[in-house]
């Protein structure tokens, strides 16, 4: 898992990297924020597809599904988390979260007290 993660992790850099040498601007820090990390990595058992969440620093993630055979982007998933890619690798399932804004907004519940009396 550590492997697969290092990869990827070295892909984006070197891909960062490439396009900020070819960037007409420099970088600035409100970009950081734009960043995404790849987070709960899984590839699929015949090694053709891969599923991430992609992270920002701050906001809601994004599901992503690549196809490893031909280098594409096949499918996206507002706010998904914790891909699961079935044995064929048919299909991917995520775990889709609320949005940021809801997390922040929504009342904590207040646990009930059980009062014993004797």
């Given at each position: 898992m550590?492997?697969?993660?290092?990869?990827?992790?070295?892909a984006?850099?070197?891909?960062?990297?490439?396009?900020?040498?070819?960037?007409?601007?420099?970088?600035?820090f409100?970009?950081?924020?734009s960043?995404?990390?790849?987070?709960?990595?899984?590839l699929s058992?015949?090694?053709?597809?891969?599923?991430?969440?992609?992270?920002?620093?701050?906001?809601?993630?994004?599901?992503?599904?690549?196809?490893?055979s031909?280098?594409?982007?096949?499918?996206?998933?507002?706010?998904?988390?914790?891909?699961?890619i079935?044995k064929?690798?048919?299909w991917?399932?995520?775990?889709?979260?609320?949005?940021?804004?809801?997390k922040?907004?929504t009342?904590?519940k207040?646990?009930?007290?059980?009062?014993?009396?004797?």
């Open positions: 550590k492997t697969k993660l290092t990869l990827l992790s070295s984006l850099i070197v891909s960062l990297a490439s396009t900020t040498a070819y960037a007409k601007e420099a970088l600035q409100k970009d950081v924020f960043f995404k990390s790849a987070k709960n990595t899984t058992d015949d090694g053709k597809v891969l599923s991430l969440s992609a992270t920002p620093y701050r906001g809601n993630a994004t599901g992503q599904v690549y196809s490893l031909s280098n594409t982007l096949i499918s996206e998933v507002e706010r998904g988390t914790k891909p699961h079935n064929a690798s048919n991917v399932a995520f775990t889709q979260v609320p949005t940021l804004l809801e922040e907004t009342k904590k207040i646990p009930l007290k059980t009062t014993w009396y004797s």
